[in-house]
């Protein structure tokens, strides 16, 4: 079983990149953002709980999202593998899912998707009114750097060599090319498709 965990900022491509991914592979995309965002969408008690803290650009409680992801992770079309988009997002959250993952024999594979601050801010304004995202406003977006710098940044530090590091500058295609060249497996599977 091979788990892809796609880390990034937000604006850096990533859930694009996540779900090419996992139609090339034939796996699960498994965003945490959309799964809350449906839960808002649909009233549901998670939708509620979790419906203004992500409007402000904060994270909902890393409890909450070890549930979501636990849960969708054991599902049956997850057997083979799996593509992590947006977990973790923090330490605590990175501890859980190695646990969630050595108790299910998966082998990690880790890629960065790398984008200087100025692009992100500019894609995001460039975003702003298509996607109808409430968290893409300019405090909300303004927020979710803060949180992605403190929270989510230091994820390097704690994968280290473990995490691959590919550039997200470029077309959806070059960033594709580079992401596949840095999962090995994934680029075994891809060929022999
Ligand atoms: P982006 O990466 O562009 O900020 P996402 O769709 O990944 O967007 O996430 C949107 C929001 O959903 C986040 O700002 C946060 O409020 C919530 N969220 C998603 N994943 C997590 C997570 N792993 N932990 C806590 N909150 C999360």
Redesign the pocket.
């Known amino acids: 079983m091979n788990a892809v965990i796609l880390l990034g900022a937000?604006?850096s491509g990533?859930?694009t990149q996540a779900a090419r991914l996992a139609e090339s592979l034939g796996m699960p995309h498994i965003?945490?953002?959309?799964i809350?965002?449906q839960a808002v969408t649909d009233g549901t008690e998670l939708g509620v709980a979790a419906r203004d803290?992500?409007a402000a650009?904060?994270?909902?409680s890393?409890e909450i999202?070890l549930g979501i992801v636990e849960a969708r992770v054991s599902a049956h079309d997850c057997r083979r593998g799996f593509i992590l988009?947006?977990?973790?997002?923090n330490r605590a959250?990175a501890r859980a899912l190695g646990e969630v993952l050595s108790r299910l024999g998966a082998t990690e594979w880790i890629a960065n998707i790398a984008v200087p601050a100025e692009e992100l801010a500019a894609r995001v304004r460039g975003r702003r009114g298509t996607d109808g995202r409430q968290?893409d406003s300019e405090e909300a977006f303004r927020r979710?750097l803060e949180v992605y710098e403190s929270e989510s940044l230091p994820l390097l530090d704690y994968y280290g060599d473990r995490a691959s590091n590919v550039s997200g500058l470029g077309s959806r295609d070059e960033v594709f090319g580079r992401l596949c060249a840095a999962l090995p497996f994934a680029t075994a599977q891809l060929v022999t498709q």
Do not use: E, F, N, W
Request: hydrophobic share 25%; aromatic share 4%; charged share 30%.
């Open positions: 937000p604006g990533k859930g965003s945490t953002g959309a809350l965002r803290i992500m650009g904060r994270l909902v890393d999202v988009d947006g977990y973790p997002r959250q968290d979710r």
